[in-house]
Nanobody
Framework: QVQLVESGGGLVQAGGSLRLSCAAS????????MGWFRQAPGKEREFVAA????????YYAEFLKGRFGITRDNAKNTVYLQMNSLKPEDTAVYYC????????????????????WGQGTQVTVSS
């Protein structure tokens, strides 16, 4: 099993920045990708960003328009989501996810392709 713990959420004004962290522990050796998803009240969960280990490729939702960045610290088994120029519509619970399943091209944004999930961290952006 893999355990994921998110942190770094909070309240921020529009235009501000936050950095989310996701620390992985347990049987992480077979993980090959991690991602961030978010869910706003009354809306479906949506893909935000993902990072693969090999090759080291990052993916982003088109609506982000370059505002967010996903990185990985191998030594700490931690993935980060740097969020800049935050907007009120970014308000949501952000979930970290990891997968040890064989990667199929083009599925980085599918929640059902990730088999480990964190508990979520709330991000609230005020206008």
């Amino acid at each position: 099993q893999v355990q994921l713990v998110e942190s770094g959420g909070g309240l921020v004004q529009a235009g501000g920045s936050l950095r989310l962290s996701c620390a992985a522990s347990g049987r992480t050796l077979n993980n090959n990708r991690m991602g961030w998803f978010r869910q706003a009240p009354g809306k479906e969960r949506e893909f935000v960003a993902a990072i693969r280990w090999s090759p080291p490729i990052t993916y982003y939702a088109e609506f982000l328009k370059g505002r967010f960045g996903i990185t990985r610290d191998n030594a700490k088994n931690t993935v980060y989501l740097q969020m800049n120029s935050l907007k009120p519509e970014d308000t949501a619970v952000y979930y970290c996810a990891a997968s040890d399943r064989l990667y199929t091209s083009g599925t980085y944004n599918r929640g059902d392709e990730y088999n480990y999930w964190g508990q979520g961290t709330q991000v609230t952006v005020s206008s």
